[in-house]
């Protein structure tokens, strides 16, 4: 009985040092003692710096120090208060997740920094005027296809899409099989990446729109069918070579840049391009594979006139019959 005491004594030990301490915020051993008392835990001072010490053996790192006063607390945590705020930054941004499921994330993450510090977080946290799924069960959504995934299985699915009936906007969930090949997180939203068993080729799905999804008994149709990818799917790879979740054939385009623009262009392209000085200075020309999409075309006429396209040709008319139809709507 008393070593199961002591057991317990040292879980609520390490429990007020990770709610209660950081090092602007370290905790005396009196004020341990009286945090346990609120547990129902009598102890003696000379304990708590035994329980100190054995946590210490157990790898833990508590720094005992007098500034800004005298006190214990626990210097390294799991995540950092700039890796929780990063974290938080990227939940709130998420548009797939519901907002309830957002606040019961935040407050987790929340959870892993010391009280003090999650108080100074918090004024940081603005959930309600984000825009944010009404899917509910997008967590248990996205937990069967990682399984489906896992296992080479193609999945059954409800995908809701949105139409106009007159002035109302409605909602008409069709039924899809699909082989699915990986799950991506692409300008805040989140993607099932496969491919209808209708077509040939990569489709891309928002989670937060798939209704209901259940596992078939059918095995996947191998990616490499409908890809260039061979031995396994590269996300990486794909994600770079498309533009804003629009598929599309793949090419080679050749683009001519003004100068100021090599930050975004390295930023968007990390691999695979190949810069050359462009025919007027300060100008660049670079080459690279991507998905050739609507998605591309969009990128590329919001640079205006900073971005040339030299080829392909295909591509050159793409944008320039975007550009005709805006000045057209323009001039009505």
């Known amino acids: 009985m008393k070593s199961d005491n002591i057991r317990l004594r040292l879980i609520k030990v390490l429990e007020i040092l990770r709610q209660k301490s950081d090092p602007e915020h370290p905790v005396s051993s009196g004020e341990i003692l009286d945090e346990l008392k609120k547990y129902g835990i009598e ?12 946590l210490r053996d157990s790898g833990l790192d508590i720094v005992l120090t007098g500034i800004p006063k005298k006190g214990y607390y626990l ?11 990063f974290l938080i930054d990227a939940v709130q941004s998420a548009g797939f997740i519901p907002k309830n499921g957002t606040k019961s994330l935040v407050k987790k993450l929340q959870s892993l920094l010391s009280e003090h510090q999650s108080v100074e977080l918090k004024d940081r946290v603005c959930i309600d005027n984000r825009l944010k799924s009404n899917n509910e069960s997008v967590y248990d959504t996205i937990e069967i296809l990682n399984e489906a995934i896992k296992a080479h299985r193609k999945v059954k699915i409800q995908y809701a899409k ?10 008409n969930c069709k039924e899809m099989v699909v082989s699915p090949y990986a799950l991506l997180w692409e300008a805040d939203r989140y993607y099932l990446i496969g491919n209808n068993k209708k077509y040939d080729n990569i489709t891309h799905l928002r989670v937060d729109r798939i209704a209901e999804v259940s596992i078939m008994r059918e095995d996947w149709r ?14 990486a790879d794909y994600s770079r070579k498309t533009f804003n979740m629009f598929g599309g054939e793949k090419q080679r385009i050749d683009l001519e840049c003004k100068i100021e623009l090599l930050d975004q262009i390295t930023d968007r392209f990390t691999d695979g391009i190949f ?15 991507v998905l050739v999409s609507d ?19 295909s591509l050159k008319r793409r944008v320039l019959a975007n550009a005709e139809r805006l000045v057209e709507v323009y001039e009505k």
């Open 75 to 85: 210097s390294t945590r799991a995540f950092s208060l700039p890796e929780v705020s």
């Open 222 to 235: 191998h990616f490499s069918e409908v890809s260039e990818y061979s031995q396994r799917f590269d996300i």
């Open 275 to 289: 810069i050359r000085h462009g025919k007027q200075e300060p100008t660049f020309r670079f080459s690279t594979d």
């Open 43 to 54: 102890a003696e001072r000379k304990s708590i710096y035994r329980d100190i010490e054995a």
């Open 162 to 171: 949105s139409y106009l009936d007159g002035t109302e906007l409605k909602v």
């Open 295 to 313: 998605g591309l075309v969009g990128w590329l006429m919001q640079f205006g006139g900073d971005i040339k396209v030299l080829s392909p040709e």
